[in-house]
Nanobody, 126 residues
Framework: QVQLLESGGGLVQPGDSLRLSCEAS????????MSWIRQESGKGREFVAG????????YYGDSVKGRFTISRDNSKNTWSLQMNSLKTEDTAVYYC???????????????????WGQGTQVTVSS
């Protein structure tokens, strides 16, 4: 059974940093794009960041560019999201996600992802 498990969420103040991690089990994702997607209460899911299988290419949503950094460790089947300069509008449930196959049509589309973690809450508030 494939499982994605996020960790690292919490309550922080504006301007603070937080690091999210995701560990996959049940299969290897070393040849897959891996991503982070978030969902604010009452809104749809939003692409945050993605990384190619070899870590060479990274992709970010416009609202987080320059503040968030995605990385991965294929040897451990894990990937992470370093979030700096957090804003109140970053408050959301953050999910790690992976596509079913190595080929992916649109990395920015949440519906294109097949495997999802249970989500971790990030709250940015003063």
């Amino acid at each position: 059974q494939v499982q994605l498990l996020e960790s690292g969420g919490g309550l922080v103040q504006p301007g603070d940093s937080l690091r999210l991690s995701c560990e996959a089990s049940g299969r290897s994702f070393s040849e897959h794009v891996m991503s982070w997607i978030r969902q604010e209460s009452g809104k749809g899911r939003e692409f945050v960041a993605g990384i190619s299988w070899n870590g060479v290419h990274t992709y970010y949503g416009d609202s987080v560019k320059g503040r968030f950094t995605i990385s991965r460790d294929n040897s451990k089947n894990t990937w992470s999201l370093q979030m700096n300069s957090l804003k109140t509008e970053d408050t959301a449930v953050y999910y790690c996600a992976a596509p079913e196959s190595e080929a992916m049509s649109n990395i920015f589309e949440p519906k294109a992802y097949y495997y999802w973690g249970q989500g971790t809450q990030v709250t940015v508030s003063s």
